[in-house]
């Protein structure tokens, strides 16, 4: 079983940065493909962004790339997500998901993740 904790959500103004933290535990964290996802009121869960075990390959949304970045670090078990240049639609609930990695791909559906952390509100003003 492995456990996901998100931090480092909030309220910012547009245009600002934020950087979220996913620490994992419960299995090896270099084992793991993770991902980045969020929720809007009224809206399904979207794939934001996902990196390989190793870091090597990661996918971002259209919405999110050039803005966000996913950097992982295996030796403290956490990734992060890192949001610059903010707009008010990234307002989301943001969720850390995880998986057993299969080769050094990444993972963009909500059904091939099996694990997930809380979520943490994101919320950017304008």
């Known amino acids: 079983q492995v456990q996901l904790v998100e931090s480092g959500g909030g309220l910012v103004q547009a245009g600002g940065s934020l950087r979220l933290s996913c620490a994992a535990s419960g299995r090896t964290f270099s084992s793991l493909t993770m991902g980045w996802f969020r929720q809007a009121p009224g809206k399904e869960r979207e794939s934001v962004a996902a990196?390989?075990?190793?870091?090597?390959?990661?996918y971002y949304a259209d919405s999110v790339k050039g803005r966000f970045t996913i950097p992982r670090d295996n030796a403290k078990n956490t990734v992060y997500l890192q949001m610059n240049s903010l707009k008010p639609e990234d307002t989301a609930v943001y969720y850390c998901a995880a998986r057993g990695a299969y080769g050094t791909g990444y993972f963009r559906r909500t059904s091939e993740y099996d694990y997930w952390g809380q979520g943490t509100q994101v919320t950017v003003s304008s």
């Open positions: 990196i390989s075990w190793n870091g090597d390959n990661t």
